[in-house]
């Protein structure tokens, strides 16, 4: 079966004071129906900014597609027209955000907010419009859905506006979720409630998935495949397990090491953080020919200064940008 | 090793007008309620808990900064801290010092970094001004920036960078103790392992006292000596580090401990997640009976109608639940 | 001594926000305009007095010459005086009433907002009724009655000016006080040692100044218009010449030569612009969100 969406060879430039910079430097990727995938890395690594261009909102005069194409099954959205595109968001592909709070109106209950949505894109009458957001309310597992309809977003806890904005996204059973840090400003036990309502609905509606997120383990819990980004670029790209278990990019390593996971049996012992040095470099220094994460890398020689690595490709559609991936 | 700091019976009230404006009586919202801890020199406690626990409350009621009603008593080799004057209270600054969370806005922007370092030098002590230059030079090297960079403005400097600047504010006037207030996790992950190691080093160099407030319990466990878990204004376990992450007796530490996304396909499968439902209570209108009821797998009757005290449970390990008994969780059934 | 190993190469130059702003302005076109015009207006209130010294209040020709003619570039008003030097020594008084009048306003309403702003509670809630209650004062009338009372001398009229309109300034500061009291850097200077006094003024206060600044360059435009308003209605003081005062008393003969009250006003609509622009310009370059990027 053909991908649901497939990026190829997708160059997005950014227009900035310093000149023109590629935020996004030839990405490829595809999602399959059903499939969940994570985007990886620190902030400034450009998953947002291919988030936003599937989602055909680059900001206006600002970023714009260079090359390449964003093909939503078999549909090419980089030359569609503004109105299709319309069509598309909110309808095929809906998008959540990070903080709930500012992404809902304050002035309108999340009700009308909801019912809005389904008027708008599914042309339902007002009734029938109410009585489906019920039911939506219903299914992001928020309690008393009916008397809920009434509430304000200010009245609900950043959970519960959460899940209003997963009601809304999945109003019109969109065939992708793009999820961008959806609980960077939620609690932990409240992040696994929303996991696991995320997971759920996935498995009853069979809708991919896109997590944008710089947590692995989060990462871990949902999806299957990942990417990690740096710098506009991919560094790897795999199953979750795998690249956890054997990361192919030292970036991806770095990742991984950098945090302090839970254990199970916790010992006395406690070991140094493995460090990555320094931080993404600015957008003035993005689209060099030399591997942008050499600054950083333990395991950098002459060679990743002076070419940009290929990607390597491994078994299991595993895939890494580093000149060393075989040694790793 | 001795008790450096000594908190005792601690509750910080806020008065909050609901409604009513002028001439409404203020209601009280009780922050932190009635907690008791003790750090040991040289060590980390760990304060943890979820938004709304009253866990920073705490740690910076220590510092006295803040501004609702304090009570209880803070001791800090062995004086209280609480009743200090104001000549006092300069004498306790300089031994109690705060990194806080968000690098970007805990930097005045219109100082330079050498000036925002020596600050504290500034109002607390009356060093000469080479020996001022002299501490701050040290403090910059210390903290892994350049000295040179000592001229920039804070807006010049990167996320990480502007926390070493912060944590070298607080070095300055050589504290007993610092109370750092969630010094990650407003940084890139990548970053925070700079920063927390960091931390650890100074730790050593300087053989200082950590009160370490975090939501992210890997970073505590890879932080701490010692653990407080915090929900709704109440300490509801204490332990130290092993026995509290190795055998989390509370039902909400459990569940905490439970809630955090694993790496570790391992664990993840071991562990199935102790899912606790719906939302806090309202902290202007607490139940009368344990705070973690309502969303406790295994509350009872007696859970909803008496509040629990925190109680030893093993050695060094305090728990506040009734259905706690000998070091076992009453989740041990469910989890297996 | 154990160090960390350093990252960035310290390359960048020091830059206060300060020079920033000002770069971000410099490269204002409407701004600098601005700027131009008010720095050329300037200038001619301090040295246009020097180099035309006819005395504005001599009766130099027949009234009513129109401009450009018998050498009066201006013309002439009603009573026969060279306009030209009327607008140029006007300029010093109206420029200085703007000036002073903005300085009480800021002067008063910094106060108070950052008294209010700082402390809340109590003494907020009674600052800022009593902002209040002069907020709800029909402004020019106010004006007029203290003017009428104590005598329309140049520091009563730049006090009633200011005292009708503080109260913006007032709202603005304590907004911006309560904004930056609970950044965290304030905290740290608690936790530094700092007292209040220094919390104030060294600390907030220098973090708030910018919207504070833009609102004071725009009063100096509002003074300006509201000193024309009172001088229009005759409440001005007779023994200096305003802009104002030239329009009102030329207002009677606006339909036989229009120029003479043309003239005032178009200085009056220029000063006004120019101070409009930098104003605006001060708020983009201030602005720390449009800096960025």
Not at chain 1, 235 to 256: C, F, K, M, N, S
Not at chain 3, 90 to 104: E, K, W
Request: proline residues 6%; glycine residues 8%; negative net charge.
């Amino acid at each position: 079966m053909a991908p649901l969406l497939k990026v190829e060879n997708l160059r997005i430039e950014l227009a900035t004071r310093a000149g023109v910079a590629p935020v996004i430097d030839n990405l490829n990727l595809e999602l399959g129906h059903g499939e969940s995938i994570s985007f990886v890395g620190e902030s400034g690594c450009g998953k947002s900014m291919t988030a936003l261009a599937i989602m055909g909102l680059l900001p206006e005069g600002i970023g714009r597609v260079a090359s390449g194409s964003i093909q939503f099954d078999g549909e090419e959205l980089t030359t569609a027209s503004p109105r299709r595109l319309r069509e598309i968001r909110g309808n095929e592909i809906s998008m959540i955000f990070q903080e709930p709070m500012t992404s809902l109106n304050p002035v309108y209950t999340v009700g009308e907010q909801i019912a809005e949505v389904l008027r708008a894109h599914q042309g339902l009458s007002q009734k029938a419009a109410w009585k489906q957001a019920i039911e939506l309310l219903n299914a992001v597992q928020i309690p008393n859905p009916k008397s809920r309809m009434e509430s304000y977003p200010f009245q609900m806890s950043g959970g519960q506006r959460q899940r209003v904005m997963i009601a809304i996204a999945l109003a019109c059973t969109p065939k992708i979720l793009i999820a961008d840090e959806p609980t960077t400003a939620l609690d932990v036990t409240v992040q696994a409630q929303i996991f696991d309502l995320l997971r759920d609905l996935r498995a009853q509606t069979g809708t991919s998935i896109i997590m944008i997120t710089h947590d692995m383990g989060a990462v871990a819990e949902m999806s299957e495949r990942m990417i990690v980004m740096y710098a506009g670029r991919k560094a790897e790209e795999g199953p979750v397990d795998q690249v956890i278990a054997r990361a192919r990019h030292p970036y991806t390593h770095g990742l991984i090491s950098c945090v302090p996971h839970i254990v199970a049996n916790l010992t006395e012992e406690r070991q140094d953080l493995t460090e990555v040095p320094g931080i993404v470099p600015g957008l003035s220094e993005f689209g060099q020919d030399l591997c942008l994460f050499s600054s950083r890398c333990p395991r950098v020689t002459d060679q990743c200064r002076q070419a940009r690595p290929p990607e390597a490709h491994f078994g299991n559609s595993r895939i890494s940008a580093c000149w060393h991936a075989e040694e790793l | 090793m001795s008790d450096l700091l000594d908190v005792q019976n601690l509750s910080v009230r806020f008065g909050v007008r609901r409604k009513g404006g002028f001439f409404a009586k203020p209601t009280y919202l009780t922050a932190v309620d009635d907690i008791s801890f003790t750090v040991r020199k040289g060590e980390t406690l760990a304060i943890v808990g979820e938004s709304g626990s009253g866990k920073t409350t705490a740690a910076l009621a220590i510092a006295r900064l803040v501004s609702g009603l304090t009570s209880g008593k803070i001791l800090l080799e062995g004086r209280d801290l609480l009743p200090l004057d104001r000549e006092d209270l300069k004498d306790m600054r300089q031994k109690v010092q705060v990194i806080f969370q968000d690098p970007y806005s805990s930097l005045n922007p219109r100082k330079r970094a050498e000036d925002i370092v020596r600050e504290p030098l500034d109002s607390l002590t009356d060093k000469s001004i080479s020996e001022k230059r002299e501490i701050v030079d040290g403090l910059f090297k210390a903290v892994g920036l350049h000295p040179e960079q000592k001229r920039l403005f804070p807006h010049q400097f990167s996320g990480g960078q502007r926390q070493r600047i912060g944590i070298a504010r607080a070095l300055s006037t050589q504290p007993e103790v610092i109370i750092c207030d969630e010094p990650v996790s407003a940084l890139d992950v990548a970053v925070q392992a700079q920063i927390l190691n960091l931390l650890r080093r100074l730790q050593t160099e300087f053989g200082l006292t950590y009160v370490f407030i975090s939501h992210d319990l890997g970073v505590v466990q890879h932080m701490c000596d010692s653990v407080a878990v915090m929900y709704m204004g109440k300490i509801v376990e204490h332990a130290d580090r092993l026995s509290l992450f190795n055998n989390p007796l509370h039902p909400y530490t459990a569940a905490l401990l439970s809630a955090v996304p694993s790496v570790d396909p391992m664990l993840r499968e071991q562990s199935r997640r102790i899912l606790i439902p719906g939302d806090p209570p309202d902290p202007l209108d607490l139940p009368k009976g344990c705070r973690f009821a309502s969303r406790c797998p295994v509350a009872e009757a007696r859970c909803r109608d008496v509040a629990p005290r925190l109680k030893l449970a093993g050695s060094n390990h305090r728990a506040a639940c009734h259905l706690v008994e000998d070091e076992t969780s009453p989740l041990a059934g469910i989890r297996s | 001594m154990m160090t960390d190993q350093t990252i960035d190469p310290p390359v960048a130059k020091a830059r206060s926000p300060l020079s920033e702003a000002w770069e971000m302005f410099r490269h204002n076109h409407s701004a600098m305009v601005g700027l131009g015009l008010l720095v050329l207006i300037v200038l001619a209130a301090i040295f246009g007095p020097l180099l035309y010294p006819t005395d504005p209040f001599d009766m130099v020709w027949a009234p009513f010459s129109p401009p450009g003619e018998e050498g009066f570039l201006l013309g002439t008003d009603y009573l026969g005086r060279d306009l030209l030097s009327q607008i140029l020594y006007g300029a010093r008084v109206t420029l200085i009433i703007g000036l002073s009048a903005a300085i009480v306003t800021v002067v008063i309403g910094v106060t108070v907002g950052a008294l209010a702003g700082f402390y809340g509670g109590i003494v907020e809630e009674a600052l800022m009724r009593f902002t209040e209650f002069f907020q709800v004062l029909p402004t020019l009338l106010f004006s007029m009655v203290i003017v009428a009372l104590f005598g329309a001398s140049l520091p009563m009229i730049t006090f009633a000016i200011g005292i009708v309109s503080w109260t913006a300034v007032a709202r603005i500061t304590r907004s911006e006080f309560q904004r930056v009291r609970e950044l965290e850097y304030v905290m740290a200077s608690r936790a530094s040692g700092a007292s209040n006094s220094k919390l104030m003024f060294e600390v907030i206060l220098p973090n708030a100044l910018p919207p504070i600044i833009v609102q004071s360059a725009l009063m100096v435009g509002s003074a300006i218009l509201f000193e024309a308003g009172l001088s229009f209605l005759g409440l001005t003081d007779p023994n200096v010449v305003s802009w104002g005062q030239i329009i009102g008393s030329n207002r009677q003969y606006i339909l036989e030569s229009s120029f003479t009250v043309t003239i005032p006003g178009l200085a009056i609509f220029i000063t006004v612009l120019a101070i409009s622009l930098v104003g605006d310009g001060l708020n983009d370059a201030l602005n720390p969100k449009l800096r960025k990027r």
